[in-house]
Protein backbone atom coordinates (compact mmCIF):
# COMPACT_ATOMS: atom_id res chain seq x y z
CA UNK A 1 0.00 0.00 0.00
CA UNK A 2 2.59 2.33 0.77
CA UNK A 3 4.35 1.69 -3.05
CA UNK A 4 7.68 4.18 -3.63
CA UNK A 5 7.08 6.44 -5.51
CA UNK A 6 9.72 6.18 -8.56
CA UNK A 7 8.13 8.23 -11.52
CA UNK A 8 7.72 11.97 -11.88
CA UNK A 9 4.93 13.53 -11.11
CA UNK A 10 1.52 13.27 -12.68
CA UNK A 11 0.98 14.83 -16.24
CA UNK A 12 -1.88 16.80 -14.00
CA UNK A 13 0.60 19.20 -12.24
CA UNK A 14 1.82 19.90 -15.54
CA UNK A 15 -0.71 21.34 -16.73
CA UNK A 16 0.13 24.66 -17.45
CA UNK A 17 -1.87 27.36 -20.11
CA UNK A 18 1.19 29.56 -21.10
CA UNK A 19 -1.10 32.00 -22.84
CA UNK A 20 -3.70 34.86 -21.05
CA UNK A 21 -7.04 32.49 -22.03
CA UNK A 22 -9.15 35.71 -21.62
CA UNK A 23 -7.12 37.55 -24.26
CA UNK A 24 -8.60 35.81 -27.44
CA UNK A 25 -12.00 36.94 -26.18
CA UNK A 26 -13.89 38.78 -29.16
CA UNK A 27 -14.86 42.09 -28.60
CA UNK A 28 -17.96 41.95 -30.42
CA UNK A 29 -19.29 39.57 -27.82
CA UNK A 30 -18.41 41.68 -25.19
CA UNK A 31 -20.44 44.84 -26.38
CA UNK A 32 -23.65 43.99 -24.58
CA UNK A 33 -22.74 43.16 -21.50
CA UNK A 34 -20.30 45.82 -21.24
CA UNK A 35 -23.04 48.08 -22.13
CA UNK A 36 -25.23 46.49 -19.11
CA UNK A 37 -21.79 47.20 -16.95
CA UNK A 38 -21.75 50.80 -17.81
CA UNK A 39 -24.77 51.70 -14.82
CA UNK A 40 -22.02 49.90 -12.26
CA UNK A 41 -19.26 51.74 -12.88
CA UNK A 42 -20.33 54.28 -11.07
CA UNK A 43 -20.44 52.06 -7.82
CA UNK A 44 -17.40 50.47 -8.71
CA UNK A 45 -14.38 50.38 -11.59
CA UNK A 46 -13.60 46.84 -12.75
CA UNK A 47 -10.56 46.92 -15.42
CA UNK A 48 -11.45 46.09 -18.86
CA UNK A 49 -9.30 42.81 -18.63
CA UNK A 50 -11.22 41.86 -15.70
CA UNK A 51 -14.51 42.54 -17.29
CA UNK A 52 -13.03 40.19 -20.60
CA UNK A 53 -11.53 37.60 -17.98
CA UNK A 54 -14.99 37.09 -16.07
CA UNK A 55 -17.12 37.03 -19.61
CA UNK A 56 -14.33 34.52 -20.66
CA UNK A 57 -14.39 32.59 -17.82
CA UNK A 58 -18.37 32.52 -17.61
CA UNK A 59 -18.11 31.27 -21.26
CA UNK A 60 -15.92 28.63 -20.25
CA UNK A 61 -18.40 27.25 -17.55
CA UNK A 62 -21.20 26.56 -19.99
CA UNK A 63 -19.20 25.14 -22.46
CA UNK A 64 -17.63 22.55 -19.79
CA UNK A 65 -14.34 23.62 -21.50
CA UNK A 66 -12.47 21.58 -18.48
CA UNK A 67 -8.85 21.98 -20.29
CA UNK A 68 -9.39 25.84 -20.42
CA UNK A 69 -11.10 26.09 -17.10
CA UNK A 70 -7.49 24.69 -15.91
CA UNK A 71 -5.55 27.00 -17.29
CA UNK A 72 -8.15 29.97 -16.21
CA UNK A 73 -8.60 28.52 -12.58
CA UNK A 74 -4.55 27.88 -11.87
CA UNK A 75 -3.20 30.54 -13.92
CA UNK A 76 -4.92 33.01 -15.07
CA UNK A 77 -7.16 34.31 -11.86
CA UNK A 78 -4.37 34.56 -9.85
CA UNK A 79 -1.98 36.47 -11.95
CA UNK A 80 -4.79 38.73 -12.37
CA UNK A 81 -5.52 38.45 -8.22
CA UNK A 82 -1.73 39.61 -7.96
CA UNK A 83 -1.76 42.42 -10.10
CA UNK A 84 -5.24 43.77 -9.01
CA UNK A 85 -6.33 42.72 -6.20
CA UNK A 86 -3.14 41.61 -4.30
CA UNK A 87 -4.61 43.47 -0.73
CA UNK A 88 -8.49 44.21 -1.61
CA UNK A 89 -11.21 41.57 -3.02
CA UNK A 90 -12.30 40.74 -6.21
CA UNK A 91 -15.51 42.80 -7.01
CA UNK A 92 -18.65 41.61 -5.41
CA UNK A 93 -20.77 39.28 -6.93
CA UNK A 94 -23.73 41.89 -7.29
CA UNK A 95 -21.62 43.90 -9.42
CA UNK A 96 -20.98 41.18 -12.34
CA UNK A 97 -24.59 39.84 -12.97
CA UNK A 98 -24.81 41.61 -16.40
CA UNK A 99 -21.39 40.43 -17.59
CA UNK A 100 -23.05 36.85 -16.84
CA UNK A 101 -26.66 37.19 -17.90
CA UNK A 102 -27.27 36.64 -13.95
CA UNK A 103 -25.97 33.12 -14.09
CA UNK A 104 -26.47 31.85 -10.41
CA UNK A 105 -24.59 28.93 -11.21
CA UNK A 106 -21.38 30.65 -12.32
CA UNK A 107 -22.68 33.92 -9.54
CA UNK A 108 -22.27 30.67 -6.57
CA UNK A 109 -18.85 29.52 -8.29
CA UNK A 110 -17.33 33.06 -8.61
CA UNK A 111 -18.74 33.68 -4.74
CA UNK A 112 -16.53 30.67 -3.54
CA UNK A 113 -13.23 32.43 -5.65
CA UNK A 114 -13.84 35.70 -3.72
CA UNK A 115 -14.66 34.85 -0.36
CA UNK A 116 -11.28 32.24 -1.12
CA UNK A 117 -9.37 35.14 -1.74
CA UNK A 118 -10.72 36.86 1.58
CA UNK A 119 -9.44 34.10 3.91
CA UNK A 120 -6.20 34.05 1.92
CA UNK A 121 -4.98 37.28 1.59
CA UNK A 122 -7.42 39.27 3.74
CA UNK A 123 -8.96 39.37 7.16
CA UNK A 124 -12.64 38.03 6.71
CA UNK A 125 -15.23 39.42 8.82
CA UNK A 126 -17.94 37.70 10.88
CA UNK A 127 -20.52 38.84 7.86
CA UNK A 128 -17.69 37.28 5.27
CA UNK A 129 -17.53 33.90 7.03
CA UNK A 130 -21.77 33.66 7.71
CA UNK A 131 -22.06 34.58 4.04
CA UNK A 132 -19.52 32.23 2.51
CA UNK A 133 -20.88 29.53 4.69
CA UNK A 134 -24.15 30.28 2.76
CA UNK A 135 -22.73 30.40 -0.67
CA UNK A 136 -20.94 26.84 0.09
CA UNK A 137 -24.90 25.46 0.87
CA UNK A 138 -26.12 26.83 -2.33
CA UNK A 139 -23.07 25.29 -4.29
CA UNK A 140 -23.62 21.79 -2.40
CA UNK A 141 -27.54 22.01 -2.56
CA UNK A 142 -27.49 22.52 -6.28
CA UNK A 143 -25.78 19.83 -6.93
CA UNK A 144 -27.13 17.04 -4.65
CA UNK A 145 -30.87 18.37 -4.28
CA UNK A 146 -31.30 19.20 -8.30
CA UNK A 147 -33.08 17.17 -10.26
CA UNK A 148 -30.98 14.49 -11.89
CA UNK A 149 -27.41 14.75 -12.17
CA UNK A 150 -26.19 18.54 -12.90
CA UNK A 151 -24.42 19.03 -16.17
CA UNK A 152 -21.24 21.03 -14.72
CA UNK A 153 -17.77 19.77 -15.13
CA UNK A 154 -14.80 21.49 -13.14
CA UNK A 155 -10.72 20.87 -13.21
CA UNK A 156 -9.83 18.03 -10.59
CA UNK A 157 -7.85 21.22 -9.09
CA UNK A 158 -10.93 23.04 -8.40
CA UNK A 159 -12.59 20.30 -7.36
CA UNK A 160 -10.20 19.43 -4.45
CA UNK A 161 -10.18 23.53 -3.72
CA UNK A 162 -13.91 23.33 -2.79
CA UNK A 163 -13.40 20.39 -0.23
CA UNK A 164 -10.10 21.60 1.12
CA UNK A 165 -11.49 25.53 1.58
CA UNK A 166 -15.10 24.30 2.86
CA UNK A 167 -12.77 22.28 5.54
CA UNK A 168 -10.33 25.05 5.87
CA UNK A 169 -12.94 27.78 6.46
CA UNK A 170 -15.59 24.94 9.27
CA UNK A 171 -11.71 24.95 10.43
CA UNK A 172 -10.86 29.10 10.51
CA UNK A 173 -14.37 29.63 11.99
CA UNK A 174 -14.51 27.27 14.64
CA UNK A 175 -11.31 28.60 16.15
CA UNK A 176 -12.88 31.92 15.73
CA UNK A 177 -15.83 31.26 17.87
CA UNK A 178 -13.77 30.09 20.68
CA UNK A 179 -11.80 32.94 21.49
CA UNK A 180 -14.69 35.15 22.78
CA UNK A 181 -12.84 37.11 24.66
CA UNK A 182 -11.68 39.05 21.82
CA UNK A 183 -15.08 39.87 20.56
CA UNK A 184 -17.79 42.36 20.65
CA UNK A 185 -20.77 42.04 22.34
CA UNK A 186 -22.51 42.51 19.12
CA UNK A 187 -20.35 39.36 17.22
CA UNK A 188 -20.97 37.04 20.56
CA UNK A 189 -24.94 37.82 19.93
CA UNK A 190 -24.73 36.93 16.32
CA UNK A 191 -22.68 33.68 17.25
CA UNK A 192 -24.94 33.14 19.72
CA UNK A 193 -28.52 33.62 17.30
CA UNK A 194 -26.89 31.27 14.62
CA UNK A 195 -25.16 27.91 16.29
CA UNK A 196 -26.08 26.31 13.19
CA UNK A 197 -23.52 27.93 11.01
CA UNK A 198 -20.46 26.01 10.62
CA UNK A 199 -22.00 23.87 12.85
CA UNK A 200 -19.68 20.46 12.74
CA UNK A 201 -23.33 18.46 12.24
CA UNK A 202 -23.86 20.35 8.56
CA UNK A 203 -20.30 20.35 7.54
CA UNK A 204 -19.83 16.18 8.27
CA UNK A 205 -23.65 15.72 6.39
CA UNK A 206 -21.88 17.39 3.34
CA UNK A 207 -18.98 15.64 3.01
CA UNK A 208 -20.77 12.01 3.78
CA UNK A 209 -23.73 13.12 1.41
CA UNK A 210 -21.31 13.47 -1.53
CA UNK A 211 -20.06 10.02 -0.38
CA UNK A 212 -23.53 8.66 -0.56
CA UNK A 213 -24.26 9.98 -3.68
CA UNK A 214 -21.45 9.46 -6.10
CA UNK A 215 -21.24 5.91 -4.81
CA UNK A 216 -17.41 6.61 -4.89
CA UNK A 217 -17.07 3.70 -1.71
CA UNK A 218 -18.99 0.76 -3.91
CA UNK A 219 -16.96 1.93 -6.98
CA UNK A 220 -13.48 1.65 -4.81
CA UNK A 221 -14.36 -1.63 -3.20
CA UNK A 222 -15.39 -2.68 -7.18
CA UNK A 223 -11.72 -1.51 -8.42
CA UNK A 224 -10.19 -3.27 -5.49
CA UNK A 225 -11.66 -6.51 -6.11
CA UNK A 226 -11.19 -6.59 -10.02
CA UNK A 227 -14.58 -5.36 -10.44
CA UNK A 228 -15.89 -2.54 -13.21
CA UNK A 229 -16.35 0.81 -11.53
CA UNK A 230 -18.87 2.37 -13.69
CA UNK A 231 -21.24 -0.70 -13.17
CA UNK A 232 -21.05 0.50 -9.54
CA UNK A 233 -21.00 4.29 -10.15
CA UNK A 234 -24.97 4.76 -11.25
CA UNK A 235 -26.16 7.48 -12.94
CA UNK A 236 -24.74 10.47 -10.35
CA UNK A 237 -21.17 8.43 -9.58
CA UNK A 238 -20.68 8.24 -13.30
CA UNK A 239 -19.89 12.28 -13.64
CA UNK A 240 -16.40 13.16 -13.55
CA UNK A 241 -18.11 16.19 -10.90
CA UNK A 242 -19.82 13.76 -8.44
CA UNK A 243 -17.10 11.40 -8.70
CA UNK A 244 -14.10 13.30 -7.68
CA UNK A 245 -15.81 15.14 -5.50
CA UNK A 246 -17.24 12.12 -3.18
CA UNK A 247 -13.68 11.07 -3.49
CA UNK A 248 -12.25 14.07 -2.54
CA UNK A 249 -14.92 14.00 0.70
CA UNK A 250 -13.54 10.61 2.19
CA UNK A 251 -9.99 12.58 2.04
CA UNK A 252 -11.99 15.68 3.56
CA UNK A 253 -13.29 13.31 6.17
CA UNK A 254 -9.90 11.93 6.83
CA UNK A 255 -8.52 15.59 8.22
CA UNK A 256 -11.76 16.40 10.09
CA UNK A 257 -11.67 13.35 11.67
CA UNK A 258 -8.06 14.25 13.03
CA UNK A 259 -9.50 18.05 14.08
CA UNK A 260 -11.40 16.34 16.12
CA UNK A 261 -9.04 13.92 17.47
CA UNK A 262 -10.63 10.59 16.42
CA UNK A 263 -7.85 9.42 14.91
CA UNK A 264 -9.12 5.71 14.25
CA UNK A 265 -11.85 7.06 12.36
CA UNK A 266 -10.13 8.81 10.46
CA UNK A 267 -7.93 6.12 9.12
CA UNK A 268 -11.05 3.59 8.87
CA UNK A 269 -12.41 6.29 6.39
CA UNK A 270 -9.51 5.16 4.21
CA UNK A 271 -10.40 1.81 3.84
CA UNK A 272 -11.16 1.21 0.26
CA UNK A 273 -8.31 3.85 -0.91
CA UNK A 274 -4.57 2.24 -1.43
CA UNK A 275 -2.11 4.30 -0.74
CA UNK A 276 0.19 4.21 -3.98
CA UNK A 277 0.58 5.80 -7.04
CA UNK A 278 -2.16 4.80 -9.25
CA UNK A 279 -4.65 6.44 -6.81
CA UNK A 280 -6.69 9.36 -7.68
CA UNK A 281 -5.48 11.46 -5.13
CA UNK A 282 -2.43 11.30 -6.76
CA UNK A 283 -3.28 13.26 -9.78
CA UNK A 284 -3.60 16.65 -7.43
CA UNK A 285 -0.09 17.10 -5.76
CA UNK A 286 -2.34 19.16 -2.88
CA UNK A 287 -4.62 16.45 -2.08
CA UNK A 288 -1.36 13.92 -2.39
CA UNK A 289 0.41 16.11 0.16
CA UNK A 290 -2.85 16.20 2.58
CA UNK A 291 -3.70 12.69 2.55
CA UNK A 292 0.25 11.45 3.83
CA UNK A 293 0.00 14.30 6.23
CA UNK A 294 -2.94 13.48 7.81
CA UNK A 295 -2.54 9.30 7.42
CA UNK A 296 1.16 10.02 9.50
CA UNK A 297 -0.34 12.03 12.12
CA UNK A 298 -3.18 9.69 12.86
CA UNK A 299 -0.35 6.96 12.67
CA UNK A 300 1.80 8.84 15.24
CA UNK A 301 -1.23 9.92 17.67
CA UNK A 302 -1.95 5.78 17.90
CA UNK A 303 1.68 5.38 18.51
CA UNK A 304 2.74 3.56 15.71
CA UNK A 305 5.61 5.39 14.74
CA UNK A 306 6.80 3.15 12.27
CA UNK A 307 3.94 3.51 9.94
CA UNK A 308 3.96 7.23 10.66
CA UNK A 309 8.11 7.43 9.48
CA UNK A 310 6.96 5.59 6.52
CA UNK A 311 3.97 7.46 5.70
CA UNK A 312 6.19 10.98 6.24
CA UNK A 313 9.12 9.59 4.43
CA UNK A 314 6.95 8.34 1.44
CA UNK A 315 5.78 11.83 0.91
CA UNK A 316 8.72 13.44 1.63
CA UNK A 317 10.95 11.66 -1.39
CA UNK A 318 7.97 12.77 -3.59
CA UNK A 319 8.18 16.37 -3.17
CA UNK A 320 11.61 16.34 -3.26
CA UNK A 321 11.84 15.00 -6.36
CA UNK A 322 9.10 16.84 -7.84
CA UNK A 323 9.71 20.01 -6.15
CA UNK A 324 10.25 21.36 -9.77
CA UNK A 325 6.92 21.56 -10.99
CA UNK A 326 5.74 22.85 -7.41
CA UNK A 327 6.82 26.31 -8.65
CA UNK A 328 4.91 26.72 -10.83
CA UNK A 329 1.37 26.01 -8.94
CA UNK A 330 -0.27 28.73 -6.86
CA UNK A 331 -0.25 26.20 -4.14
CA UNK A 332 4.03 26.40 -3.98
CA UNK A 333 4.12 27.60 -0.47
CA UNK A 334 1.48 25.65 0.97
CA UNK A 335 3.11 22.66 -0.30
CA UNK A 336 6.90 24.02 1.43
CA UNK A 337 5.10 25.04 4.40
CA UNK A 338 3.25 21.23 4.86
CA UNK A 339 6.62 19.80 3.98
CA UNK A 340 8.34 21.43 6.74
CA UNK A 341 5.58 20.53 9.24
CA UNK A 342 6.07 16.99 8.26
CA UNK A 343 9.95 17.20 8.35
CA UNK A 344 9.48 18.34 12.41
CA UNK A 345 6.54 15.14 12.72
CA UNK A 346 9.34 12.75 11.51
CA UNK A 347 11.48 14.34 13.92
CA UNK A 348 9.36 13.31 16.47
CA UNK A 349 8.94 10.35 15.64
CA UNK A 350 12.51 9.24 15.09
CA UNK A 351 13.17 10.22 18.34
CA UNK A 352 10.65 8.33 20.10
CA UNK A 353 11.73 5.05 17.21
CA UNK A 354 14.92 5.32 16.15
CA UNK A 355 14.95 4.17 12.52
CA UNK A 356 17.13 4.54 9.00
CA UNK A 357 15.69 7.06 6.65
CA UNK A 358 16.31 7.49 2.70
CA UNK A 359 19.47 9.61 2.57
CA UNK A 360 18.19 12.41 1.06
CA UNK A 361 15.29 12.82 3.56
CA UNK A 362 17.67 11.99 6.18
CA UNK A 363 19.67 14.85 5.15
CA UNK A 364 17.46 17.57 4.84
CA UNK A 365 16.33 16.11 8.59
CA UNK A 366 18.94 16.94 9.83
CA UNK A 367 19.72 20.48 8.21
CA UNK A 368 16.09 21.59 9.34
CA UNK A 369 16.07 19.90 12.57
CA UNK A 370 19.62 18.82 13.50
CA UNK A 371 19.23 20.71 16.86
CA UNK A 372 15.68 19.28 18.25
CA UNK A 373 17.05 15.84 17.18
CA UNK A 374 20.09 16.49 19.54
CA UNK A 375 17.96 17.93 22.24
CA UNK A 376 15.22 15.42 22.38
CA UNK A 377 17.59 12.73 23.61
CA UNK A 378 18.29 14.26 26.70
CA UNK A 379 15.55 13.09 29.02
CA UNK A 380 13.53 15.59 31.21
CA UNK A 381 15.40 18.58 29.10
CA UNK A 382 13.70 17.02 26.07
CA UNK A 383 9.92 17.94 26.94
CA UNK A 384 9.56 21.38 25.75
CA UNK A 385 11.33 20.59 22.38
CA UNK A 386 8.65 17.82 21.89
CA UNK A 387 6.26 20.76 22.45
CA UNK A 388 7.44 23.29 20.54
CA UNK A 389 7.57 20.79 17.60
CA UNK A 390 4.09 19.57 18.07
CA UNK A 391 2.71 22.72 18.31
CA UNK A 392 4.41 23.86 15.26
CA UNK A 393 3.36 20.99 13.15
CA UNK A 394 -0.13 19.57 13.96
CA UNK A 395 -3.10 20.02 12.56
CA UNK A 396 -5.23 23.63 13.85
CA UNK A 397 -7.54 21.22 16.27
CA UNK A 398 -11.05 21.97 16.52
CA UNK A 399 -13.70 21.55 19.12
CA UNK A 400 -16.78 20.62 17.87
CA UNK A 401 -19.18 21.99 20.27
CA UNK A 402 -19.25 25.63 20.67
CA UNK A 403 -18.72 27.86 24.02
CA UNK A 404 -21.11 27.98 26.31
CA UNK A 405 -22.48 31.71 25.72
CA UNK A 406 -24.33 31.90 29.13
CA UNK A 407 -21.39 31.34 31.54
CA UNK A 408 -18.93 34.57 30.44
CA UNK A 409 -17.11 33.03 33.55
CA UNK A 410 -15.86 29.81 31.08
CA UNK A 411 -14.17 31.55 28.75
CA UNK A 412 -11.67 32.25 30.67
CA UNK A 413 -11.08 28.72 31.15
CA UNK A 414 -11.01 27.28 27.99
CA UNK A 415 -8.60 25.99 26.71
CA UNK A 416 -7.18 25.79 23.10
CA UNK A 417 -7.40 22.60 21.16
CA UNK A 418 -4.04 22.09 19.78
CA UNK A 419 -2.64 22.93 23.96
CA UNK A 420 -5.02 20.55 24.75
CA UNK A 421 -4.04 17.95 22.47
CA UNK A 422 -0.19 18.58 22.82
CA UNK A 423 -0.96 17.74 26.37
CA UNK A 424 -2.25 14.17 25.82
CA UNK A 425 0.70 13.81 23.76
CA UNK A 426 3.29 15.12 25.99
CA UNK A 427 2.16 12.56 28.50
CA UNK A 428 3.03 9.65 25.80
CA UNK A 429 6.02 11.04 25.74
CA UNK A 430 7.27 11.63 29.11
CA UNK A 431 6.09 7.93 29.83
CA UNK A 432 9.11 7.00 27.35
CA UNK A 433 11.24 10.24 28.09
CA UNK A 434 14.07 8.12 29.64
CA UNK A 435 14.21 5.77 26.58
CA UNK A 436 17.37 7.01 24.20
CA UNK A 437 19.37 7.19 27.27
CA UNK A 438 18.69 3.61 28.51
CA UNK A 439 19.08 2.57 24.82
CA UNK A 440 22.04 4.11 24.55
CA UNK A 441 24.18 2.10 27.47
CA UNK A 442 22.37 -0.92 26.37
CA UNK A 443 23.87 -0.67 23.21
CA UNK A 444 27.24 -1.02 24.54
CA UNK A 445 27.04 -4.00 26.79
CA UNK A 446 25.97 -7.65 26.39
CA UNK A 447 25.07 -7.82 30.25
CA UNK A 448 25.16 -5.04 32.98
CA UNK A 449 24.11 -4.64 36.66
CA UNK A 450 21.14 -3.07 37.76
CA UNK A 451 23.21 -1.28 39.74
CA UNK A 452 25.36 -0.74 38.15
CA UNK A 453 23.52 0.62 34.88
CA UNK A 454 21.33 2.78 37.46
CA UNK A 455 24.30 4.99 38.68
CA UNK A 456 25.39 5.96 35.17
CA UNK A 457 21.14 7.03 34.41
CA UNK A 458 21.43 8.54 38.29
CA UNK A 459 17.81 6.91 39.17
CA UNK A 460 17.20 4.35 41.72
CA UNK A 461 17.47 0.68 41.01
CA UNK A 462 13.55 -0.19 41.35
CA UNK A 463 12.64 3.35 39.17
CA UNK A 464 15.58 2.04 36.61
CA UNK A 465 13.03 -1.57 36.31
CA UNK A 466 9.74 0.08 35.99
CA UNK A 467 11.98 1.95 32.97
CA UNK A 468 13.17 -0.67 31.50
CA UNK A 469 9.55 -2.56 31.59
CA UNK A 470 8.26 0.37 30.19
CA UNK A 471 11.40 0.44 27.21
CA UNK A 472 10.08 -3.18 26.62
CA UNK A 473 6.79 -2.43 25.99
CA UNK A 474 6.98 0.42 23.99
CA UNK A 475 9.48 -1.01 21.69
CA UNK A 476 6.82 -3.10 20.01
CA UNK A 477 4.14 -1.39 17.96
CA UNK A 478 1.54 -2.38 15.67
CA UNK A 479 3.12 -2.13 12.27
CA UNK A 480 1.37 -2.40 8.91
CA UNK A 481 1.70 -5.52 6.71
CA UNK A 482 -1.23 -5.47 4.62
CA UNK A 483 -4.99 -5.20 4.40
CA UNK A 484 -6.39 -1.85 5.39
CA UNK A 485 -4.36 0.76 7.34
CA UNK A 486 -5.99 0.01 10.66
CA UNK A 487 -4.67 -3.77 10.55
CA UNK A 488 -1.35 -4.44 11.17
CA UNK A 489 1.38 -7.28 13.40
CA UNK A 490 2.81 -6.24 16.66
CA UNK A 491 6.51 -6.21 15.98
CA UNK A 492 9.66 -5.12 17.57
CA UNK A 493 11.09 -1.92 16.34
CA UNK A 494 14.07 -1.27 18.94
CA UNK A 495 17.82 -2.23 17.51
CA UNK A 496 18.17 -4.23 20.39
CA UNK A 497 16.47 -6.59 22.81
CA UNK A 498 17.02 -7.67 26.22
CA UNK A 499 15.48 -9.56 29.31
CA UNK A 500 16.35 -9.13 33.15
CA UNK A 501 17.35 -12.11 35.18
CA UNK A 502 17.72 -11.68 39.07
CA UNK A 503 19.73 -8.18 38.89
CA UNK A 504 21.07 -8.22 35.42
CA UNK A 505 19.94 -7.18 31.97
CA UNK A 506 21.08 -9.65 29.21
CA UNK A 507 21.24 -7.69 26.24
CA UNK A 508 21.05 -8.95 22.13
CA UNK A 509 21.22 -7.11 19.33
CA UNK A 510 17.88 -7.67 17.41
CA UNK A 511 17.34 -8.32 13.96
CA UNK A 512 16.57 -4.91 13.29
CA UNK A 513 19.71 -3.88 15.02
CA UNK A 514 22.14 -6.39 13.07
CA UNK A 515 21.09 -4.36 9.77
CA UNK A 516 22.45 -1.46 11.17
CA UNK A 517 25.45 -2.58 13.00
CA UNK A 518 28.01 -0.82 10.12
CA UNK A 519 26.75 2.38 11.86
CA UNK A 520 27.52 1.03 15.20
CA UNK A 521 31.19 -0.53 14.36
CA UNK A 522 31.78 2.98 13.12
CA UNK A 523 30.87 4.89 16.34
CA UNK A 524 32.18 1.82 18.93
CA UNK A 525 35.10 4.20 19.44
CA UNK A 526 33.72 7.31 20.80
CA UNK A 527 30.86 5.62 22.66
CA UNK A 528 33.88 3.71 24.62
CA UNK A 529 35.15 6.90 25.12
CA UNK A 530 31.95 8.92 26.46
CA UNK A 531 31.31 5.40 29.00
CA UNK A 532 34.86 5.40 30.07
CA UNK A 533 34.89 9.05 31.33
CA UNK A 534 31.25 8.08 32.76
CA UNK A 535 32.80 5.18 34.82
CA UNK A 536 35.37 7.64 35.88
CA UNK A 537 33.44 9.97 37.37
CA UNK A 538 31.05 7.54 39.20
Request: proline residues 4%; hydrophobic residues 40%.
Amino acid sequence: MFEAYEEDVDLEIDLVVANNPYAAVNDDMLDEAMHQQQQYAQEVEIPDVVRNFIVYFHRNILENNVYELHGIYENSFNRLTEHYYPKSPWPEADYIVPLVDNDQVFLTLYRELYFRHIYSKLTPTIEHRFASYENYCDLFNYILNSDGPVGLELPNQWLWDIIDEFIYQFQSFCNYRNRLRTKTEEEIALLRDNIQVWSCYSVLNVLYSLITKSRIMEQLVASKNGGDMTEAAGEYGSRPLYKMLGYFSIIGLLRVHCLLGDYTLALKMMDNIELNKKALFARVTACHVTTYYYVGFAYMMMRRYADAIRAFSHILVFITRTKMYHTRSYQFDQINKKGDQMYALLAICIALCPTRLDDNVHTLLREKYGDQLSKMQKGEEALPVFEDLFLYACPKFISPNGPNFEDPSSWLLTIEPPHHHARIFQDEVKNQIHMATIRSFLKLYTTMGIDKLAKFLEMEPEELRTQLLIFKQKSRQQKWVSGTLLEGEYVTTSDLDFCLKEDMVHIAESKVGRRHGDWFLRNINKCQDILASLEARS
